[in-house]
């Protein structure tokens, strides 16, 4: 794989979710998990997605049980960050963010990103709108401090 395009995740529904669906807008890429102390970004994030998403921003969360904080089936994900966060962007099924079985879209985020492992839950990828990895941000740093990131990514066309 040679651009975040290639790559496809499934929702939650069980829709394929194909990036290259999203061409020419601004990714933001985040590996989520509720039970996680971390949980309440989900609001911060929706809040991003609703203010600029006709601006072309997608947030798409990845839910991972990697760190153990995570609700064992997929349906229930979904529906916990709706009732608890009003999460409306694309949520996947769970996934795995690092090792052997790793999802192929962190293998590439890693790479491109830099920075090498995953640590915790909330680590956040910014994609500009040619699809180039142009920032990783930590777990701890909120949705409202990357706004100025994005804000400034939306700008170029």
């Not at 939650?12 to 933001?28: A, C, I, K, N, P």
């Not at 969360?61 to 999460?87: N, T």
């Amino acid at each position: 794989m040679t651009s975040i395009y290639d790559f496809s995740e499934v929702e939650t529904s069980g829709t394929e979710l194909r990036l290259r669906d999203f061409r020419g807008q601004v990714l933001l890429i985040v590996n989520t998990a509720s039970k996680c102390g971390l949980a309440p970004q989900l609001s911060g994030l929706e809040k991003l997605y609703q203010r600029y998403h006709t601006q072309g921003l997608m947030v798409i969360g990845l839910p991972s049980d990697q760190f153990h904080q995570e609700l064992a089936e997929d349906e229930k994900v979904s529906e916990y960050c709706q009732l608890h966060y009003g999460v409306t962007f694309p949520m996947t099924k769970k996934v795995k963010v690092n090792g052997g079985d790793e999802d192929p879209l962190f293998t590439y985020l890693k790479a491109t990103a830099g920075h090498g492992r995953i640590k915790w839950n909330y680590t956040k990828f910014l994609v500009d709108r040619a699809g180039k990895v142009i920032q990783r941000f930590a777990p701890i740093t909120t949705p409202e401090k990357i706004e100025p990131a994005i804000v400034a990514a939306l700008k170029k066309k």
